[in-house]
T-cell receptor, first 107, second 115 residues
Framework: GIQVEQSPPDLILQEGANSTLRCNFS?????LQWFHQNPWGQLINLFY???GTKQNGRLSATTVATERYSLLYISSSQTTDSGVYFC?????????FGAGTTVTVRA | DTAVSQTPKYLVTQMGNDKSIKCEQN?????MYWYKQDSKKFLKIMFS???????INETVPNRFSPKSPDKAHLNLHINSLELGDSAVYFC??????????????FGSGTRLTVV
């Protein structure tokens, strides 16, 4: 099956800092999504982004499908950004998740 | 209004018991899913249903039986529970339109503990 690698596995940020999370995948896909799992366990969809660039507030994402990677940018991080960020790739009916990047934002 | 709701939120049960988890979505989506998250937070697909039809069955033991009575509901029944079934089970839904998936909405999860 498709392999999904996320880096770094852990990230500690000071409030206000910027960061970049990376997702590499092993095969071409028509579905790529980024999710945030907050400390209470809720999974929130951040982006549906099989290609191109999108922005939503302080978050933006870029997927270069031909090179099989996606980047998630967090700018001016806040403590509420803490949690696990998952990249998931695949087809219409099946997503394979990466192991996640655990982000801790300190006040 | 909750978009994807799962019940119960917590489930503690003994080995060998049978239990069910219910999921309902009010988003009008045509596709629903069950994912399992293990203790290391790894998420893995179990089942996908599109318009009540099973699309994906990801080598899940026969003890797990999903049922989709209509597009808005996808329930999960588990027979003869084992210790290894302890995990968080997430229901999700999405709209798949002409081969384009508009992103998942997840439920809040059901934490199953088998003792």
């Amino acid at each position: 099956g498709i392999q999904v690698e996320q880096s770094p596995p852990d990230l500690i940020l000071q409030e206000g800092a910027n960061s970049t999370l990376r997702c590499n995948f092993s095969d071409s896909v028509n579905n790529l999504q980024w999710f945030h799992q907050n400390p209470w366990g809720q999974l929130i969809n951040l982006f549906y982004i099989p290609s191109g660039t999108k922005q939503n507030g302080r978050l933006s994402a870029t997927t270069v499908a031909t090179e099989r990677y996606s980047l998630l940018y967090i700018s001016s991080s806040q403590t509420t950004d803490s949690g696990v960020y998952f990249c998931a790739v695949g087809s219409d009916y099946k997503l394979s998740f990466g192991a996640g990047t655990t982000v801790t934002v300190r006040a | 209004d909750t978009a994807v709701s799962q019940t119960p939120k917590y489930l503690v049960t003994q080995m060998g018991n049978d239990k069910s988890i219910k999921c309902e979505q009010n988003l009008g989506h045509d596709t629903m899913y069950w994912y399992k998250q293990d203790s290391k937070k790894f998420l893995k697909i179990m089942f996908s249903y599109n318009n009540k039809e099973l699309i994906i069955n990801e080598t899940v033991p026969n003890r797990f039986s999903p049922k989709s009575p209509d597009k808005a509901h996808l329930n999960l029944h588990i027979n003869s529970l084992e210790l290894g079934d302890s995990a968080v089970y997430f229901c999700a839904s999405s709209q798949v339109f002409v081969g384009v998936n508009y992103g998942y909405t997840f439920g809040s999860g059901t934490r199953l503990t088998v003792v």
